[in-house]
T-cell receptor
Framework: NAGVTQTPKFQVLKTGQSMTLQCAQD?????MYWYRQDPGMGLRLIYY???????DKGEVPNGYNVSRLNKREFSLRLESAAPSQTSVYFC???????????????FGPGTRLTVT | SQQGEEDPQALSIQEGENATMNCSYK?????LQWYRQNSGRGLVHLIL?????REKHSGRLRVTLDTSKKSSSLLITASRAADTASYFC???????????FGKGTTLSVSS
């Protein structure tokens, strides 16, 4: 099993450009998540999808959109990139669904995004 | 907003010593989890302790939970250089649908 995969690994964008970060998991997990990690800030939740067909905002959703394409895939889109979106982005998945209390999460390797 | 906060922010020890890091949280929980992140990598789940448990062991890891003080501690015994990483605690958000992570403790183990 590959676990959680993310593409691309690195990306440099100019301000105003758009891009989509891809995430896929092969563990048949119901829930998927997008985080950003900045120095000194820990991980902050951008969006999550508790189950296929649903998405919800996390702590820092502004400037992002997501699509839960199917049970395996959850993409994150930056419509008009800004320097403040320079960060490392992590996708994660878990078996947890609404009402579940487990939430052990499995993380991808991350995408390092620089916006100039 | 952060639910869990780790303490200390950074910790440097010698190989063979024990490392203890703490986590405080604000609201009631069903469980608390600890994760490790090696430099440049994603987070890896270490251990989950449920609210009705006071202590849990996994190999060289020992986690305690004190719900009355809203705090948890992670003890790594006989540390190795390979334990050098950042460690995060995490608890569920109020809706119970996602995890909220603390800012982490950076552990450096020198040989």
């Amino acid at each position: 099993n590959a676990g959680v995969t993310q593409t691309p690994k690195f990306q440099v964008l100019k301000t105003g450009q758009s891009m989509t970060l891809q995430c896929a998991q092969d563990m048949n997990h119901n829930s998927m998540y997008w985080y950003r990690q900045d120095p000194g800030m820990g991980l902050r939740l951008i969006y999550y999808s508790a189950s296929e067909g649903t998405t919800d905002k996390g702590e820092v959703p502004n400037g992002y959109n997501v699509s839960r394409l199917n049970k395996r895939e959850f993409s994150l889109r930056l419509e008009s990139a800004a320097p403040s979106q320079t960060s490392v982005y992590f996708c994660a998945s878990s078996t947890g669904t609404s009402g579940s209390r487990s939430y052990e999460q499995y993380f991808g390797p991350g995408t390092r995004l620089t916006v100039t | 907003s952060q639910q869990g906060e780790e303490d200390p922010q950074a910790l440097s020890i010698q190989e063979g010593e024990n490392a203890t890091m703490n986590c405080s949280y604000k609201t009631s929980i069903n469980n608390l989890q600890w994760y490790r992140q090696n430099s440049g990598r994603g987070l890896v789940h270490l251990i989950l302790i449920r609210s009705n448990e006071r202590e849990k062991h996994s190999g060289r890891l020992r986690v305690t939970l004190d719900t009355s003080k809203k705090s948890s501690s992670l003890l790594i015994t006989a540390s190795r250089a390979a334990d050098t990483a950042s460690y995060f605690c995490a608890t569920a958000n109020q809706a119970g649908t996602a995890l909220i992570f603390g800012k982490g403790t950076t552990l450096s183990v020198s040989s």
